[in-house]
């Protein structure tokens, strides 16, 4: 209600809330003409923390509000979409649960995040991420709960999805 945006209680809560939080930071900035482009971002615990680049211009916030849309999710197959609109059937034919508007852009400035590798597991690995421009990411452990299989070792499953052209972190 605060952020006038709806969010979703799944494996993908903490990145929608992140992106929740981004698009209200963009709505204040809008007010004054300042387009909010976030180059930082992370949820740890239960804080989100975004880091914008300030740019002036009623331009470019009408591009920037562009980003702003809905995520679709369905619990039934999992399958996700970004979306203008909230009132949508999956494939399989059910409803899907949606979140947002949010912000459906890039959170992280790639070059920054690589500028920033130091060690530390997480900022290693945002930097790794930032390489990726989705929304949303599948869960593997999920996946193997529901279809009751084992995982393999990650790095095979990377590697095989790497060979078929997929982006993996």
Known sequence: RKY?????????????????LIRKCQLIGAQYDKSLVPIYGHATL??????????????????????????????????????????????CGNKFVYSGPIWVGKIWNEDLAKSMINGEAMIDLIAEESK??????FD??????????????????????????????
Request: proline fraction near 2%; aromatic fraction near 12%; charge should be positive.
């Open 140 to 169: 593997l452990h999920k996946i193997a709960k529901k279809y009751i299989v084992k995982i393999p070792k990650m790095e095979l499953i990377f590697d095989a999805l790497r060979k078929d052209g997929y982006k993996v972190s």
């Open 132 to 137: 990726i421009d989705v929304v949303g990411f």
């Open 46 to 91: 239960h804080y989100d923390r975004v880091f914008f680049m300030v740019i002036k211009g009623r331009q470019k916030v009408d591009t920037l509000i562009k980003n702003h849309k809905y995520f679709l999710y369905c619990d039934k197959c999992m399958n996700r979409r970004v979306s203008e609109f909230n009132n949508e059937i999956c494939e």
């Open 4 to 20: 006038f945006a709806k969010p979703l209680k799944n494996e993908l809560m903490h990145e929608v809330a992140l992106r929740i």
